[in-house]
């Protein structure tokens, strides 16, 4: 009798959780018998790797092969452990020398010719490899590139089972590769935008303090454009959330080996038309990331947002007030950050005309059409604005040159600068970050600059969420006129942004 053990990692969401893997080749009949809660892909993995060992040139043993994983409680999913059962099994058999698999994780799908394929996940796999003192790694060459993100941990790539045989066997080193850091894409022109001067700086404000918004008036008027240029004036990613990003890009299978690093904030726009699973993640079987996580530390624009229909748009409320996404399975439960800027475009009718005065809709097709937008999820939203139609291309004497992205991006960087200075004792990094107890309580302003709140709580016109909302747009308003508090301006200002009703 002869035993070995390998290491992989199992994933349940963005957490991993290392796998050891058992390998006994013992006397009786010739068979193979896996053990630890699998689902059917790995359970499909005995004869994977069977043909792939044969199509190198190696012998599977001629005796009784029993595999386990464990922790034996912990569903095991995906063809991401072929790799470490292959070797493992050469190891019990006395085929390939064990000491090189003590220490180091095994990750990847096989071919049944013996080629290693890449799978989800690398990233999350290998630092939950380093966290439980695994320091060598052995992936497929194609994920190599996000391999070596991780640091602590010396990342092998090999583009065939046979290449990790001989390196087992000290015949024949594999390849690695140094981190590569991809340079920032270039972002859409602020520029480019025609008028708008109110939409304009309210993507300042939502850049500014990490807001939610709501662009809404007639088709053309440039709601896309500004949507797709708030990631354009928010800062780098840190090293700690590009990483955290680009876990799960891993796990939703949008890295590429040209860009492994996710350094920008991301721009994600589902289509009106996906279903909730695709917004806030789910699915059969294992629980993906979806758009909302994919959009972590960026932002999630829903164009077209009164076509999404009420029970997608009501799936983000949780999501975007939480910053995280739970999904319970019977396996446990996947978690997902959700950290991100909601950004809401919509028409006013659903005949939507360039003018208003074109509109052949009733008042009550108007209402309910924009009623698909409710109001707890309205609530939400900080800042709401009205785009005009352009009515004018050639520009006159009397009018001024937009600013560019770069000039907006260094005022939303100062802000920013000064709301984590003023927050970094507290863990919060943006002002919309902040909990309504602390800018009542120990960040209150003086009664006079809260008297147009309190006017607007009593006449119902705000509620109470939507006055700590109101206090965070000001202490954004504050630090983007680079003062000290927040005056009675700011908060009228920031209520202002909040009066909007849909015009009958």
């Known amino acids: 009798m002869a035993m070995a053990k390998a290491w992989s990692v199992g994933l349940l969401g963005v957490d991993g959780v290392p796998v050891e893997i058992e390998a006994d080749v013992g006397a009786g009949l010739p068979g193979v018998r896996l053990l630890g809660r699998l689902d059917a892909v790995v359970n499909e993995s005995k004869d994977r790797v069977r043909a792939a060992l ?47 698999l003590a220490g180091t994780l095994l990750f990847g799908e096989l071919a049944l010719d013996g080629r290693l394929r890449a799978v989800r996940g690398v990233l999350p796999a290998l630092l939950a490899g380093r966290a439980a003192g ?24 090999a583009a065939d089972l046979g290449a990790v045989v001989r390196w087992l066997r000290e015949d024949e080193p594999l390849s690695s590769t140094a981190p590569t850091v991809p340079e920032r894409p270039q972002a859409p022109e602020l520029a480019d935008v025609v008028g708008q001067p109110a939409a304009r700086w309210a993507l300042e404000i939502a850049a500014a303090g990490g807001h939610h918004l709501l662009l809404a008036g007639p088709p053309g ?38 860009a492994p690093l996710v350094t920008s ?14 917004l806030v ?25 009164c076509e999404f229909g009420a029970h997608r748009l009501e799936a983000l409320r949780t999501a975007v007030e939480e910053g995280e996404v739970r999904i319970a399975r019977s396996h446990g439960i996947a978690r997902y950050p959700a950290r991100c800027q909601l950004v809401l475009a919509t028409n006013l009718c659903p005949c939507a005309p360039p003018r208003d ?55 939303v960087r100062r802000a920013r600068q000064r709301a984590g200075e003023r927050w970094a004792g507290h863990g919060w990094r943006t002002n919309a970050e902040v909990p309504g107890s602390a800018l009542r309580g120990r960040f209150r302003p003086p009664s006079t600059v809260l008297a147009v709140l309190d006017r607007g709580l009593c006449s119902g016109s705000v509620t109470a969420r939507g006055a700590d909302r109101c206090l965070r747009v000001a202490w954004t308003l504050c630090d983007l006129a680079e003062e000290e508090r927040p005056t009675a301006e700011h908060v009228t200002r920031a209520l202002e942004f909040r009066d909007w009703r849909v015009p009958a």
């Open 54 to 100: 044969r199509n190198v040139g190696e012998s599977w043993p001629r005796q009784r092969v029993t595999l386990a994983l464990s922790p034996a409680a912990l569903q095991k999913t995906g063809a991401g452990y072929d790799l470490a059962l292959a070797c493992v099994v050469l190891a019990a058999a006395g085929a390939v020398p064990a000491e090189r």
């Open 134 to 157: 695994l320091r060598t790694a052995v992936v497929p060459v194609e994920a190599l590139p996000e391999a070596a993100l991780v640091e602590g941990v010396r990342a092998l790539g």
């Open 221 to 258: 008027t440039g709601k896309t454009m500004l949507a797709r240029r708030l990631t354009g004036l928010l800062p780098e990613l840190s090293r700690a959330d590009a990483l955290e990003v680009t876990t799960i890009h891993s796990l939703a299978g949008l890295l590429t080996p040209d």
């Open 265 to 278: 904030p991301p721009f994600v726009a589902p289509h009106h038309a996906t279903t909730v699973p695709g």
């Open 281 to 305: 993640g789910g699915g059969s079987g294992v629980a993906r990331p979806g758009a909302v996580s994919c959009a972590h530390r960026g932002v999630l624009f829903a164009d077209e947002a």
């Open 357 to 411: 005065t074109d509109c052949v809709c009733s008042p009550t097709a108007r209402r309910k059409y924009f009623g698909r937008l409710s109001g707890p999820l309205l609530d939400r939203v900080d800042l709401r604005v009205r785009t005009r139609p352009v009515l004018a291309m050639t520009p006159t004497e009397a009018d001024v040159a937009p600013e560019s992205t770069a000039v907006v991006r260094e005022r």
